[in-house]
């Protein structure tokens, strides 16, 4: 545990945060992940996209959920989409191209 409470070297960083700034759980190779999660929602189900750039991000969240009329979120650089929605989520990224691997459970 790092006692520190104060620095005065503008370059210090605290190694916690450098530990909590991990890339992706999967690798960066053009392939869209979905995993569906429930963990840390209360039981409430999301599908999570992880893999799309940071230029995809926000556009394909707004087409998917205006797509599934349901809501969702961008939380460091994943996608999550409300509601248990895999097969259609998965059937809307291959037909635009996207190369999807459902992951997980």
Request: charge should be positive.
């Amino acid at each position: 545990m790092n006692n520190l409470v104060y620095s005065t070297d503008p370059n210090w960083q605290d190694p916690a945060d450098k530990a909590n700034q991990t890339d992706s759980l999967f690798p960066d190779d053009g392939v869209l992940r979905l995993r569906r999660e429930t963990k840390g929602r209360k039981g409430a189900g999301v599908v999570c996209i992880y893999g799309a750039t940071n230029e995809q991000v926000g556009d394909l969240a707004k087409q998917l959920k205006k797509l599934l009329g349901t809501g969702g979120a961008i939380k460091k650089g994943v996608i999550e989409i409300q509601g248990d929605r895999l097969p259609q989520i998965e059937a809307f990224l291959l037909k635009s191209g996207f190369k999807v691997k459902k992951v997980g459970g």
